[in-house]
Nanobody
Framework: QVQLAESGGGSAQAGGSLRLSCEVSVPKFTMYGMGWFRQAPGKERDFTAAISWSGGTTQYSDSVKGRFTISRDNSKKTVYLQMNRLKPNDTAIYYC?????????????????WGQGTQVTVSS
């Protein structure tokens, strides 16, 4: 059974930083492409960032490109989202997702497993 556990959410001031972590319990973590999605109040869940199994390929939404960085440590079975220069409209629940044999995709249907989410609140 694949389980994902996000951590690192919380509150920050605009312009500040937070780092999210997602630990994945799975025998072969390197078989999975990983993604981060977010859902703001009253809105749909949107793609934020993705990374291939090797970490060699990354993708970002236009709204976070240049501010957020996705990375992974395969020895720790963990994917990270470093969020810098935070803005109030980054406020959302952030979800980690894992897709078997994935190269990292912006499509939610490319991921079979999802975490419970972690709240990020950015104040102005």
């Amino acid at each position: 059974q694949v389980q994902l556990a996000e951590s690192g959410g919380g509150s920050a001031q605009a312009g500040g930083s937070l780092r999210l972590s997602c630990e994945v319990s799975v025998p072969k973590f390197t078989m999975y492409g990983m993604g981060w999605f977010r859902q703001a109040p009253g809105k749909e869940r949107d793609f934020t960032a993705a990374i291939s199994w090797s970490g060699g390929t990354t993708q970002y939404s236009d709204s976070v490109k240049g501010r957020f960085t996705i990375s992974r440590d395969n020895s720790k079975k963990t994917v990270y989202l470093q969020m810098n220069r935070l803005k109030p409209n980054d406020t959302a629940i952030y979800y980690c997702a894992a897709g078997l044999y994935g190269i990292g995709s912006e499509r939610p249907d490319a991921y079979e497993h999802w975490g419970q989410g972690t709240q990020v609140t950015v104040s102005s």
